[in-house]
């Protein structure tokens, strides 16, 4: 098992950034608020660019042990 993400939904302004970039690990619910659909084993530096790229900070990374990864 390798990294994994978490969104927090409520941090979450739709920008699509996430979906766009990854759409086969995001999506939108139907209030237009992004969620991990599939958890898809994205390498180290995809799951830090997701997370960096999101301009509401709503993903977080963690590695294998569960801890946070800073992004
Ligand atoms: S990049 Fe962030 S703000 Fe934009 S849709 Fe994804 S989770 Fe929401």
Same mark, same amino acid.
């Given at each position: 098992m390798g990294y994994r993400m978490s969104l927090d939904s409520d941090e979450c302004m739709s920008t699509g950034r =996430?979906? $766009? /970039?990854?759409?086969?690990?995001? /999506?939108f619910d139907? /209030?237009?608020? $992004?969620? #991990?659909?599939?958890? #898809?084993e994205l390498s180290e530096e995809d799951c830090i660019r997701a $997370? @960096?790229? =999101?301009?509401? @900070? $709503? #993903?977080?990374?963690f590695d294998k042990d569960g801890n946070e990864i800073p992004t």
């Open positions: =996430c979906v $766009a /970039d990854y759409p086969s690990v995001f /999506d139907e /209030d237009e608020l $992004a969620f #991990i659909k599939e958890e #898809i $997370a @960096r790229n =999101c301009p509401s @900070r $709503a #993903i977080s990374v």
